[in-house]
């Protein structure tokens, strides 16, 4: 009977979801994606995009078993830099920060480095601008829950900024905090079998399965719409039809259950944009299961290689 008894009290144990109270996590998103060609053979186009953002969050389990994570601050410049209009002879470089100065010195950084690694587009570039963003507040100021298999909701988004004083506009989207809150509705699957958590997962951690469907489309239609007003005149970016995604499990240094999962929908978005590659990787501590990483990449690209690349990153930071 003690025996019996002992089980029942394990299983409990080993039942309940794990928290991450306590701790503060950085989330991050990062787009990049370029496109040129010509149109009727004698029209070029060249379009250049890329927009990078982090905040820092603490986490707080509530009292349903999900964990509550509120912005608590900006560590890292954000910033968005894109070619202005359709042969790309003008470059816009937009930044975010709590100090003026750094940004300032950001957008620097970030003008050579185009110079010098996109030279294909660098090199058309004739006028440059900049404009550099405040924060007016960031604690609480976002927060969502995230349930023990991986999928976050309940976002809450009230951050503002405000242009750094003395500057003449640039008249174009700088959305990148907005698409922030679309790169945490990214999370919207479960990374776990039907029917498992962590804890039994953690018993038989050499396992396979096929997510549930996962259907990107108003994540998608909302992050371009933030990024570039044109998607306000052309229809929006819509997910041909749902796909899944193949997962396994396994060990690391016996310390660690590394999820995985990755697929190859070929499915259009947009015009002849289709995603052609999609992969989340998942990292978990297995002495009280605390969550380490969670790592997605989705790949959106045509026959001619034209297109780009979204990646999104919560990561423990203590």
Same mark, same amino acid.
């Given at each position: *009977?003690? /025996?019996?008894?002992?089980?029942?009290? #394990?299983?409990?144990?080993?039942?309940?979801?794990?928290?991450?109270?306590?701790?503060?996590?950085?989330?991050?998103? $990062?787009?990049?994606?370029?496109?040129? &060609?010509?149109?009727?053979? #004698?029209?070029?186009?060249?379009?250049?995009?890329?927009?990078?953002?982090?905040?820092?969050?603490?986490?707080?389990?509530?009292?349903?078993?999900?964990?509550?994570?509120?912005?608590?601050?900006? +560590?890292?410049?954000?910033? @968005? *830099? %894109?070619?202005?209009?359709?042969?790309? %002879?003008?470059? !816009?470089?937009?930044?975010?920060?709590?100090?003026?100065?750094?940004? $300032? !010195?950001?957008?620097?950084?970030?003008?050579? +480095?185009?110079?010098?690694?996109?030279?294909?587009?660098?090199?058309?570039?004739?006028?440059?601008?900049?404009?550099?963003?405040?924060?007016?507040?960031?604690?609480?100021? #976002?927060?969502?829950?995230?349930? &023990?298999?991986?999928?976050?909701?309940?976002?809450?988004?009230?951050?503002?900024?405000? %242009?750094?004083?003395?500057?003449?506009?640039?008249?174009?989207?700088?959305?990148?905090?907005? /698409? @922030?809150?679309?790169?945490? $509705?990214?999370?919207?699957?479960?990374?776990?079998?039907?029917?498992?958590?962590?804890?039994?997962? !953690?018993?038989?951690?050499?396992?396979?399965?096929?997510? +549930?469907? /996962?259907?990107?489309?108003?994540?998608?239609?909302?992050?371009?719409?933030?990024?570039?007003?044109?998607?306000?005149?052309?229809?929006?970016?819509?997910?041909? %039809?749902?796909?899944?995604?193949?997962?396994?499990?396994?060990?690391?240094?016996?310390?660690?259950?590394?999820?995985?999962?990755?697929? $190859?929908?070929?499915?259009?978005?947009?015009?002849?944009?289709?995603?052609?590659?999609?992969?989340? +990787?998942?990292?978990?501590?297995?002495?009280?299961?605390?969550?380490?990483?969670?790592?997605? /990449?989705?790949?959106?690209?045509?026959?001619?290689?034209?297109? &780009?690349?979204?990646?999104?990153?919560?990561?423990?930071?203590?």
């Amino acid at each position: *009977m003690k /025996i019996i008894l002992l089980i029942l009290i #394990i299983l409990i144990l080993l039942s309940n979801p794990p928290t991450l109270t306590g701790y503060t996590y950085e989330l991050s998103y $990062k787009i990049t994606g370029d496109a040129k &060609g010509r149109i009727l053979i #004698i029209f070029p186009y060249r379009v250049f995009y890329t927009a990078d953002a982090s905040l820092l969050f603490s986490s707080t389990p509530d009292a349903k078993g999900d964990t509550l994570f509120k912005l608590t601050g900006v +560590e890292k410049t954000g910033f @968005m *830099m %894109r070619t202005l209009g359709f042969s790309g %002879r003008s470059l !816009a470089i937009l930044t975010a920060d709590n100090s003026k100065s750094i940004g $300032k !010195a950001k957008s620097t950084r970030l003008k050579k +480095e185009f110079q010098l690694r996109v030279p294909e587009y660098s090199k058309f570039i004739r006028k440059y601008y900049w404009n550099n963003f405040l924060f007016k507040r960031t604690r609480g100021s #976002i927060s969502f829950l995230r349930k &023990g298999y991986g999928i976050n909701h309940n976002l809450k988004y009230n951050l503002w900024l405000k %242009r750094s004083p003395g500057e003449k506009r640039v008249k174009i989207n700088f959305g990148i905090y907005r /698409i @922030m809150g679309e790169a945490i $509705k990214a999370f919207n699957h479960s990374f776990l079998p039907e029917d498992t958590n962590i804890s039994i997962l !953690a018993l038989n951690p050499i396992r396979k399965w096929t997510s +549930e469907e /996962i259907d990107f489309s108003k994540i998608l239609a909302q992050s371009a719409l933030y990024s570039a007003g044109i998607f306000r005149k052309i229809r929006p970016l819509k997910q041909e %039809r749902p796909f899944r995604a193949n997962y396994s499990s396994s060990l690391s240094d016996d310390s660690y259950l590394i999820i995985k999962g990755s697929a $190859k929908p070929d499915v259009s978005v947009f015009s002849s944009f289709r995603i052609i590659y999609f992969s989340r +990787e998942v990292k978990i501590r297995l002495k009280d299961h605390i969550l380490i990483s969670d790592s997605i /990449i989705i790949d959106v690209y045509n026959k001619t290689g034209k297109g &780009g690349r979204f990646t999104t990153n919560l990561i423990l930071k203590n």
